[in-house]
């Protein structure tokens, strides 16, 4: 039993995500070591893919883990700091880009296919409620042959 639970623990701390910052790089201040984590982990890291800056072992991460510290260390705001590595690396840097410029196109652009494809629907079903709600005449042949059942019946 007790290998069973040390396989099950090994496997867990295996299957747990490492995160690459490093002893060396944490500040002694508290309150600038969570901003500095905050602020990494809304930044991607420009290497890797669909991985922020806080879990990312590439050289370039830790060089912008440093880069962030530093910033936040010389004064700047959190702002100033997503700022000034926006500018050096690009909108690609934010895991949210910014809702203005060329970026509205991208935000407007789910809700209104949603629209679109609701008003699609919503024309799609009232069309064919109409069909099911007019139906055909009977012909002349169907009549007869509707008396015919008719007064089998009786």
Do not use: H, K
Not at 13 to 37: C, K, T
Not at 91 to 111: H, K, Q, S
Not at 121 to 140: D, I, S, V
């Amino acid at each position: 039993m007790n290998r069973t639970a040390f396989a099950l623990a090994m496997m867990l701390l295996a299957s747990s995500p490492a995160l690459a910052v490093q002893p060396d790089e944490v500040l002694a201040d508290p309150a600038l070591e969570s901003r500095a984590r905050q602020i990494s982990q809304s930044l991607r890291c420009p290497v890797c893919q669909g991985e922020n800056i806080d879990e990312s072992n590439a050289p370039i991460s830790r060089d912008l883990r440093l880069y962030v510290r530093e910033r936040l260390v010389g004064g700047d705001s959190d702002a100033q700091v997503i700022d000034a590595v926006t500018t050096r690396f690009g909108e690609y840097v934010l895991f949210e880009p910014r809702a203005e410029g060329g970026n509205l196109i991208l935000y407007a652009a789910g809700p209104l296919m949603a629209l679109v494809a609701a008003l699609g629907a919503w024309g799609f079903l009232r069309g064919r409620r109409r069909e099911a709600a007019a139906p055909a005449a009977l012909t002349g042949d169907e009549r007869a042959r509707l008396s015919r059942l008719m007064d089998q019946d009786s």
